[in-house]
T-cell receptor, first 113, second 112 residues
Framework: KAGVTQTPRYLIKTRGQQVTLSCSPI?????VSWYQQTPGQGLQFLFE???????NKGNFPGRFSGRQFSNSRSEMNVSTLELGDSALYLC????????????FGEGSRLTVL | EDKVVQSPLSLVVHEGDTVTLNCSYE??????LLWYKQEKKAPTFLFML????IEKKSGRLSSILDKKELSSILNITATQTGDSAIYLC????????????FGTGTRLTVIP
């Protein structure tokens, strides 16, 4: 059974640009959640999508958005990038809505210059 | 403010030692408390605890919730070098938007 796949694995952007990250969940999983991990703040919850609807949301500005497609694949978009957006972005999938065992991908490492 | 606080921040032990990692939280009304192990990038699930207070065990690892002390502990007995990782505690809040709060983690290093 294939795990959670995130692309791209690494990317470099400049301030003001936007970026789109992709996450393919484990087959059959309908929930995809996104997290930002930085050395200073640790792992922070961004949002969760379940059956194409955003069901839960963390405390991030509106520059961070996402969507989920009918095949459960999800994308996360960050607009008007800031230096502080440099982080490891992790996504996780689960069968049920955010509650228990989450299966994480390897992450997308974003560097903003 | 930090809703989930883990201690210690880091810990170095020798193989065979027993370690206890602590997770304290402020939220009293929550759905579940989760423990994860992060070795490189992708955290892997260890335990889910609910307010029922039942201890969870898996091999050398065990965890329990102390509702009175608003904390949870993760015990690892007979540590091995493969236990070296960051251990993350997360709380699923059920107020507001069902937010998931992670602690900053405890970095465990097991030396031979």
């Amino acid at each position: 059974k294939a795990g959670v796949t995130q692309t791209p694995r690494y990317l470099i952007k400049t301030r003001g640009q936007q970026v789109t990250l992709s996450c393919s969940p484990i087959s059959g999983h309908r929930s995809v959640s996104w997290y930002q991990q930085t050395p200073g703040q640790g792992l922070q919850f961004l949002f969760e999508y379940f059956s194409e609807t955003q069901r839960n949301k963390g405390n991030f500005p509106g520059r961070f958005s996402g969507r989920q497609f009918s095949n459960s694949r999800s994308e996360m978009n960050v607009s008007t990038l800031e230096l502080g957006d440099s982080a490891l972005y992790l996504c996780a999938s689960s069968f049920y809505e955010l509650a228990g065992e989450l299966f994480f991908g390897e992450g997308s490492r974003l560097t903003v210059l | 403010e930090d809703k989930v606080v883990q201690s210690p921040l880091s810990l170095v032990v020798h193989e065979g030692d027993t370690v206890t990692l602590n997770c304290s939280y402020e939220v009293t009304n929550f759905r579940s408390l989760l423990w994860y192990k992060q070795e490189k990038k992708a955290p892997t699930f260890l335990f889910m605890l609910t307010s029922s207070g039942i201890e969870k065990k898996s091999g050398r690892l065990s965890s329990i919730l102390d509702k009175k002390e608003l904390s949870s502990i993760l015990n690892i007995t007979a540590t091995q070098t493969g236990d070296s990782a960051i251990y993350l505690c997360a709380l699923l809040d059920q107020t507001g938007a069902n937010n998931l709060f992670f602690g900053t983690g405890t970095r465990l290093t097991v030396i031979p």
